[in-house]
């Protein structure tokens, strides 16, 4: 079962990730593989970036 209090610690760290996630879906690309999870996942953890080692943010983006 998933812990919403764990996921502000995840939110803090996921867009280190998100490179990694660009490099992937390049990779796919190359291979004649679908890419579409590999962009999607980058989409999102790009979405963190400006909360990027902010331990403090709640599930909702209000301090805790």
Do not use: N, Q
Request: hydrophobic share 50%.
């Amino acid at each position: 079962m998933a812990d919403p209090a764990y996921l502000p610690s995840v939110a803090a760290r996921a867009w280190r990730w998100a490179p990694e996630m660009e490099e992937v879906a390049g990779a796919l690309r190359a291979a004649g593989l679908p890419d579409d999870l590999a962009v999607a996942a980058h989409a999102v953890l790009s979405r963190w970036e400006d909360d990027k080692d902010r331990f403090d943010i709640g599930l909702r983006g209000h301090l805790i």
